[in-house]
T-cell receptor, first 111, second 115 residues
């Protein structure tokens, strides 16, 4: 389920299932996008990035999809594991140096 | 281990007091940044430095100051702390000149509570 307001949206998935986390961005001049993972009490960690001239990029168990028509970015995590539980947020980068971060989505992996 | 070191990890501070959050990186990155993170708002840029000797204002600079005397250190100072500055502060760095893309590397954060 999801919660709004001062609480982060939350995605709950069963261990072993695939997770899809979504992000809407605002600036059509954004030339680069990054997904970060933030575990409790830690700083954000780089997961995967994608340039604006691409629509898909794959990493280890993760895939990022970019739809520039509707300004939408998604992160897909295959075979979600307990260690994937964290807050995930996207960042759009425009003019090479300006970062805009989304508020994040909390991923909760259920046993 | 190469990376960013922030200190203190956590601090409770009385309103009106002066506080400096320390940040040191050993990756020889040219650019450094300070962000604050508040629930539901995402990371917001306070100040940045593209290279040693230069600094710039971000989205929420009021009440904060920075200096960049050398490549490795980028301290953030709250001259007179107020309760609205209660937040988690993250220092970050990037190798903007030499890398093909601008990827930020973050420290572990400093949790500041102003009473």
């Amino acid at each position: 389920g999801e919660s709004v307001g001062l609480h982060l949206p939350t995605l709950s998935v069963q261990e072993g299932d695939n997770s899809i986390i979504n992000c809407a961005y605002s600036n059509s001049a954004s030339d680069y996008f990054i997904w970060y993972k933030q575990e409790s009490g830690k700083g954000p960690q780089f997961i995967i990035d994608i340039r604006s001239n691409m629509d898909k990029r794959q990493g280890q168990r993760v895939t990022v999809l970019l739809n520039k028509t509707v300004k939408h970015l998604s992160l897909q995590i295959a075979a979600t594991q307990p260690g994937d539980s964290a807050v995930y947020f996207c960042a759009e980068i425009f003019y090479g140096q300006n970062f805009v971060f989304g508020p994040g989505t909390r991923l909760s992996v259920l046993p | 281990i190469a990376g960013i070191t922030q200190a203190p990890t956590s601090q409770i501070l009385a309103a009106g007091r002066r506080m400096t959050l320390r940040c040191t990186q050993d990756m020889r990155h040219n650019a450094m940044y300070w962000y604050r993170q508040d629930l539901g708002l995402g990371l917001r840029l306070i100040h940045y430095s593209n290279t040693a000797g230069t600094t710039g204002k971000g989205e929420v600079p009021d009440g904060y100051s920075v200096s960049r005397a050398n490549t490795d250190d980028f301290p953030l100072t709250l001259a007179s702390a107020v309760p609205s500055q209660t937040s988690v502060y993250f220092c970050a760095s990037s190798d903007r000149v030499n890398s093909g893309a601008n990827v930020l590397t973050f420290g572990a954060g400093s949790r500041l509570t102003v009473l």
